[in-house]
């Protein structure tokens, strides 16, 4: 298979016409591919290793090497989009979105872009990250099974949100200390609607998060949170926040890729971070 036959299955099974500008091939030799080492960080180390140990390709989640300077409008047109959903007017939810845009583009201005392309290509290895399209398959994922939830039960609690949760395999091996755990509320608050937040190049802010709970949301599910979001969302009481895990997240997604692939006839062993 080549490099360019994976990422089509890739575009196929997230059913994207133009894939995110966080993702895609960091480099390609052009080369068949057998076997695939995979991550979900992935460096230079990684690229030796995976060379020393014969494989093809490495394939990684989160995206080093291969960040669009383009990527903040990746954020701002995917966090409007997502705010939207969550009920906040088209209006409101642009200019939270891009509220930061300047400041995310300086962020981008000194980040190395070359790293993980130019030594891949040294070391005559192909290179694919796939950031966003796996974010948004655990987003699907773990949605539908908040739908069912909500639908069974309009009463649930946090608590029965984790347990749903666990019902994921991932979400189940996860390391201990970074299984799914309630950040703001407790497993006693009733969940209300449950949205879960899982793609956008990042988490929402905490006027982001205040806005979609004004707008109806009882329960956030996220990857991660800042200090900052989780004081906000306190000091206004507004909604719920549980924390379902980053590496295990990433995992539910990132997996579905990978399985794709086996299917497909590439053998693909899983590292650093996989759950």
């Known amino acids: 298979m ?61 995206p080093s090497g291969i960040m669009d300077p383009n990527v903040s409008e990746l954020f701002g047109r995917d966090h409007m989009k997502k705010l939207m959903e969550c009920g906040v007017p088209i209006n409101e939810a642009q200019k939270l979105a891009y509220a930061g ?14 790293q993980m392309r130019d030594v891949a290509k040294l070391l005559d290895i192909s290179d694919v990250a796939f950031h966003t399209p796996a974010d948004m398959l655990a987003e699907r994922t773990v949605q539908a099974k908040m ?4 639908e069974k039960n309009p009463r649930c609690t946090v608590g029965d949100v984790i347990e749903e949760l666990l019902t994921i395999r991932e979400y189940r091996e996860a ?10 509320g407790s497993k006693d608050s009733y969940a209300g609607k449950i949205y879960v937040e899982m793609y956008g190049v990042g988490a929402p802010t905490p006027a ?24 906000a969302m306190q000091k206004h009481g507004k909604a719920n926040l549980v924390i379902a895990g980053h590496m295990a997240s990433d995992s539910v997604g990132f997996n579905q890729i990978l399985d794709a692939w086996e299917k497909a006839g590439i053998e693909v062993v899983r590292i650093s971070g996989i759950v």
């Open 2 to 62: 080549t490099v360019k036959e994976m990422y089509q299955i890739v575009m196929d099974l997230v059913g994207l016409d133009k894939m995110p500008e966080d993702s895609g091939i960091v480099y390609d030799n052009e080369k068949e591919v057998k076997r695939v080492l995979a991550g979900i960080d992935m460096d230079t180390t990684m690229l030796m290793l995976a060379k020393q140990l014969g494989f093809d390709c490495v394939a990684q989640h989160h």
């Open 101 to 114: 845009k300047v400041k995310r583009n300086q962020g981008m201005h000194s980040r190395n872009r070359t």
């Open 147 to 150: 739908d069912a939830l909500y």
């Open 175 to 184: 390391l201990e200390g970074q299984q799914p755990e309630v950040w703001v």
């Open 208 to 231: 982001e998060y205040e806005a979609c709970a004004n707008a109806g949301i009882g329960t956030f599910v996220g990857m991660h949170a800042t200090p900052e979001v989780i004081e």
